[in-house]
């Protein structure tokens, strides 16, 4: 069964350094999400790509995160410098309907800063 | 977007029946009711949604109210695989399809 991916599993920085999570999603899977999940809470939406474009990114703190999609496959996102506050699992998702589709999850990143 | 409201935890016995309760009483017409789980330490993952009608697939059955203010997700025999959090989610129908998770029902499953 296909899945999403994301590397690494886990990543432990120290604030003010660059960090990147990297998402492959379901093949032919043209909408591809990313969502920070701090511990207790659900996940909340950072941005939505349709294809390569953006075409939802109001709350992604863009002074810090920037998001990629070049090819409209794979994806990455960077945070730049990394805050204490950053701590938190980042999820990929991606589906094949982008208005109410099923969401296909990836296991996501556990980021910790130090 | 329209809210909703689920119980913070839920306990159940194993292969006994589970009813999970949400309530959106804002819903709108065109809004879809979704449900996703998510298992410790593993991402959400989609377990049924409906407008009107009920709704049954291998995982779970939708029951939705008559005025469509309110919903159950009926897990028919619990596992202790159904250890999770699960999630009533509003979609609004031609919209951008963003799921806005609240913070879910966790639910506990005793052997």
């Known amino acids: 069964e296909a899945e999403v991916a994301q590397s690494p599993r886990y990543k432990i920085t120290e604030k003010s350094q660059a960090v990147a999570f990297w998402c492959d999603p379901i093949?032919?899977?043209?909408?591809l999400y990313w969502y920070r999940q701090i511990l207790g809470q659900g996940p909340e939406l950072l941005v939505q790509?349709?294809?390569?474009?953006?075409?939802?990114d109001s709350q992604l703190p863009k002074d810090r995160f920037s998001a990629e999609r070049l090819k409209g496959v794979d994806s990455t996102l960077k945070i730049q410098p990394a805050e204490l506050g950053d701590s938190a699992m980042y999820l990929c998702?991606?589906?094949?309907?982008?208005?109410?589709?099923?969401?296909?999850f990836g296991p996501g990143t556990r980021l910790t800063v130090l | 977007d329209a809210k909703t409201t689920q119980p913070n935890s839920m306990e159940s016995n194993e292969e006994e029946p589970v009813h999970l309760p949400c309530n959106h009483s804002t819903i709108s017409g065109t809004d879809y009711i979704h449900w996703y789980r998510q298992l410790p330490s593993q991402g959400p993952e989609y377990v049924i949604h409906?407008?009107?009608s009920n709704v049954n697939n291998r995982m779970a059955s939708l029951a939705i109210a008559e005025d469509r203010k309110s919903s159950t997700l009926i897990l028919h025999r619990a596992t202790l695989r159904d250890a999770a959090v699960y999630y009533c989610?509003?979609?609004?129908?031609?919209?951008?399809?963003?799921?806005?998770f609240g913070k879910g029902t966790k639910l506990s499953v005793k052997p």
């Open positions: 989610i509003l979609i609004r129908g031609g919209s951008q399809g963003n799921l806005i």
């Open positions: 790509f349709q294809d390569e474009s953006v075409v939802d």
């Open positions: 093949s032919g899977h043209a909408t």
């Open positions: 409906g407008l009107t």
């Open positions: 998702a991606s589906s094949l309907v982008r208005d109410w589709g099923e969401q296909f």
